[in-house]
């Protein structure tokens, strides 16, 4: 049994932070908009800084640009321990999303001062640059810059205006030549958490207000292409076509009932992007190009269903005359969270809220961060599952829940770990 | 029993009269493109004005800017005879879709002439302005014109130019200002008689040579939306969602369903233009958008396609708690060829070569034709069913059958029609 501080998080000082941040944003576009190294998002990381400095942190930008205050800790042989998240935006997204997780980091260390603890460990917490998908075709850039991920290439890769990465990181303020060098490594980080909004119904739908990660999904992507033959709409009888759209059709079906069979572990899958050509009215489609992607904690189960769904495709081919082509885009692994590390914040979090352990469907910070240490995540509702939109919401109440079971999770992780 | 004339027309003249016309073609596009309102129509036109000329044929640009050949009949109380096509190409088209119809009228008139016949009935070839889709959204533009079927609203229509079709049928020579005044009406006109490549399979694959056109269908289209729940691909579990693509390929292979049962006449369905909101690869759908066309010779079986249809659509709607609704988009009419013009071009088909009727599943100019006047219409094959692509072709030997068939039928119809 944990013992509890009285380290109650003021739902005041979060409504406030997550308003001010709110206010840095690019009017010209929908909803709350921030985008990495746009003009707004150097505001708002001048206010983050202020406040920091303002809690007497030592503030800094990274090699990759990220801004990370610093706490000192009493044993300062210990490695830091790292709350962190992002406060760059999609276009046309929300005020919570990456946001609520660098607000919590503030809130941590304002409630330490207040009730006077000084930690063992160093307490980071880190601003990653450029969480969502960026520009350069690339997300998490800034922890990839931190552990040491992001490859020549990637830095070189050009934003639609032309901007290099590798400059857009020098003009956020980091030193993208000297990535390596300071570059974390395994064991030189005792333990990343982060608290983010769930993204998703689950926790709304089950009535819970908080939950602990269990893993990260992996991700695969793939580009299907179906070729049968473009032809007259009006000229040729329904026996004498390949029509590329009913084979594509067949195939997205297919897709849906076997990411919604039953499996040992949660399986999500999803069409969501697919090109008719010549998409014309009155042309049989003779090509379909769509990106399918499945996402599961298990990497069996991945692997199992792209078998099982190939099977159903030649079939589809062969029955439709037609070609069903598979291109492999992308694998990302899963991330799965120790099981001691969901102990604690699974206490931490029901002394706090009613709680239920769940995966993140979502790509996060944590990927890059569980390369080299322990990471751990909290997550609150998000109404009706919305994120990445304007309509993105999370009650004060429910994000300042969120932050209390953070303070309490890391005031433990202080005392147990001893690195 | 017909009696046969020794008209045999040259297949040597027919290919050179192609040849030349393929040369006058935007070079800069794929295949044959020869737009309607460009450079590469006028030339193709002055040509076609010249073979005319020298044929002896009073040329003309009619009202809507439709260039026409006509040749005295012996009795001109006598309405003409109107043989004809079009020479305007779809963007990468091919060398015989309408050039062949009108070449054929070309031809006609050398074959009489070489033979010393002079028809009872004036005889005028005419090459329609703009039968293909056009900028200006409409199709069959000069058929439209010469029967007084181009309301104002059309004739003030914008190409992405900002040419006006008025202003461009008045530079094709014609007088878009008096088309009601010069309009052909009911009675006006004896025969239409066009000779048309089939543009599908139905020819070829039963191994037929001469096709007797028993109607046009009838073409129905609608825009068919269905609207789900845009949201994260990751996050959203299989069971909450309202995805709008998997609703849409439902009702896409519900389509394909009802179009290959069998009617008492044949039918087509296609859905060939779809549309996904937000299309990312990583986003649910929340809208998707089509468009579906159903062509038939018959209303009924049309109209009872789409009750069907919406049954089921409502059934999809219900089952998946996506919303589905239908916007009519356009109903054209199909014509039915009298059968008594069809029994003439049968008979002087049959005695051409192998024969079958089967009616037109595209538009022609004969759809405003019929409006005034009896139509006939004979098919040649096209190979593997292919038109409107650089792939289209038809063998000169078909072509000239093609012809010979029609040179046979005005012969006899000459004689039979007495108005």
């Known amino acids: ?10 739902k ?42 303002n809690l007497g942190m030592d503030v800094r930008y990274d090699a990759a640009s990220n801004l990370i205050g610093t706490l000192p800790g009493s044993d300062n042989s210990l490695k830091p321990i790292l709350i962190g998240s992002h406060t760059d935006t999609v276009t046309g997204g929300g005020r919570f999303d990456g946001i609520i997780g660098v607000v919590a980091g503030l809130e941590l260390v304002r409630v330490l001062q207040k009730v006077g603890i000084q930690l063992r460990h160093p307490l980071e917490v880190v601003d990653f640059t450029a969480e969502e998908p960026s520009e350069f075709g690339i997300s998490t850039i800034g922890s990839r810059g931190m552990v040491n991920n992001l490859s020549e290439e990637m830095l070189l890769r050009q934003d639609p205006n032309g901007l290099v990465l590798k400059e857009a990181i020098h003009r956020a ?12 490594k395994s064991g030189d980080v005792a333990l990343y958490l982060e608290l983010h909004i769930e ?9 819970k207000k908080l939950g602990v990660v269990t893993g990260i999904v992996g991700i695969h992507r793939y580009r299907v292409t179906v070729e049968g033959i473009s032809n007259h709409a009006g000229t040729t009888p329904m026996t004498m076509r390949w029509d590329a759209l009913t084979g594509a059709s067949e195939l997205i079906l297919e897709l849906e009932s076997i990411a919604r069979a039953t499996y040992s572990e949660p399986v999500v899958g999803t069409i969501g992007k697919l090109y008719v050509e010549p998409n ?19 990497v069996e189960i991945l692997e199992q269903m792209v078998v ?33 590390v969901q102990q604690v914040i699974h206490e931490a979090c029901s002394v706090t809220a009613s709680t239920i352990r769940l995966p993140s469907g979502a790509g996060h910070d944590g990927n890059q961060l569980s390369r080299i240490a322990p990471i751990g995540m909290i997550f609150v509702p998000s109404r009706d599952g919305r994120s990445h939109c304007p309509e993105e919401w999370t009650d004060y109440e429910d994000v300042t829940l969120g932050v209390h079971a953070l303070i309490q999770s890391v005031l433990v992780f202080d005392q147990k770990l001893n690195s």
């Open 173 to 184: 303020g980091g030193q993208p030549e000297r990535l390596s060098q300071f570059a974390r």
């Open 1 to 10: 049994m944990i013992e509890l501080h009285p380290t109650q998080p003021s």
């Open 12 to 53: 005041e000082r979060i409504t406030d932070d997550i308003q001010q941040l709110a206010a840095f944003v690019d009017s010209s576009k929908p909803g709350w908009t921030r985008r990495p190294f746009t003009s707004w998002y150097e505001q708002g990381r001048e206010w983050l800084k202020q406040q920091m400095q």
């Open 199 to 207: 993204q998703g119904p689950v926790l709304e739908q089950s009535d």
């Open 308 to 340: 099982v769904y190939r099977e159903k495709a030649n079939r589809i081919a062969e029955e439709r005359g037609v070609h069903i082509s598979f291109d492999s885009l992308s694998k990302s692994e899963p991330i799965r969270v120790d099981t001691e």
């Open 280 to 298: 014309a009215s009155n042309v049989i489609p003779g090509r379909v190009v769509f990106e399918l992607e499945i996402r599961s904690l298990n």
